[in-house]
């Protein structure tokens, strides 16, 4: 089991830039994938972004490509995302997650410990 806790997160004007953290508790977190996902109000949960178990692949969704950037610190326990560019539309609680089987997985039920959420509000 992996214990999550994030932080960072806010409000910002769009075009604007905001960086979330997650720190994993766990013996060997390189031995996890992360995602990270997005929920608006009154919407399902939504994939943002994932990294592989080394950080040597990453993923993204369309909508986020070029605007996002997901990484990791497998030495400090540590993934982040860090969003430049903000739309009105990004405006959702993100979550990060572990996956001990799954790189890259799109869906929520892939992974198994959830961080406890973020608001990110972009004012137009």
């Known amino acids: 089991q992996v214990q999550l806790v994030q932080s960072g997160g806010g409000l910002v004007q769009a075009g604007g830039s905001l960086r979330l953290s997650c720190a994993a508790t766990?013996?060997?977190?390189?031995?996890?994938?992360v995602g990270w996902f997005r929920q608006a109000p009154g919407k399902e949960r939504e994939f943002v972004a994932a990294i592989s178990w080394g950080g040597g692949t990453t993923y993204y969704e369309d909508s986020v490509k070029g605007r996002f950037t997901i990484s990791r610190d497998n030495i400090n326990n540590m993934a982040y995302l860090q969003m430049h560019s903000l739309k009105f539309e990004d405006t959702a609680v993100y979550f990060c997650a572990t996956s001990r089987y799954y790189s890259g997985s799109h869906d929520s039920n892939d992974y198994a410990d959830w961080g406890q959420g973020t608001q990110v509000t972009v004012s137009s």
């Open positions: 766990v013996r060997t977190f390189s031995d996890y994938a």
